[in-house]
């Protein structure tokens, strides 16, 4: 089992930049793909990104590629988000997610795939 822990969010102007980490219990955190995910009010959750298990590989939703990054750190338990050049419709609950797989594929963006989920952090992006 695995519980998860997002903090990082805040307030920031547009252009700015914030950090977001996943913290993650267990001694298996290195057999998940971990995510990120986004849900605006009125909206549908969205994918955000994704990485491997060993970092090697990532994905971004169109959105935001260029401008987020997303890492992990299995010696700490921990996933990142580094989110830079934010636009006020980055506004959003960032959540961050686990599945038991090791590769990223054509499901990454389903947020059925995800077994785990964190309590997510408000982001939000002022013009």
């Known amino acids: 089992q695995v519980q998860l822990v997002e903090s990082g969010g805040g307030l920031v102007q547009a252009g700015g930049s914030l950090r977001l980490s996943c913290a993650a219990s267990?001694?298996?955190?290195?057999?998940?793909?971990m995510a990120w995910f986004r849900q605006a009010p009125g909206k549908e959750r969205e994918f955000v990104a994704a990485?491997?298990?060993?970092?090697?590989?990532?994905t971004y939703a169109d959105s935001v590629k260029g401008r987020f990054t997303i890492s992990r750190d299995n010696a700490k338990n921990t996933a990142y988000l580094q989110m830079d050049s934010l636009k006020p419709e980055d506004t959003a609950i960032y959540y961050c997610?686990?599945?038991?797989?090791?590769?990223?594929?054509?499901?990454?963006?389903?947020?059925?795939?995800?077994?785990?989920w964190g309590q997510g952090t408000q982001v939000t992006v002022s013009s």
């Open positions: 267990g001694r298996t955190f290195s057999s998940y793909v």
């Open positions: 990485i491997t298990w060993n970092g090697v590989s990532t």
């Open positions: 997610a686990a599945t038991r797989q090791y590769y990223i594929d054509s499901r990454v963006g389903a947020p059925y795939v995800y077994d785990h």
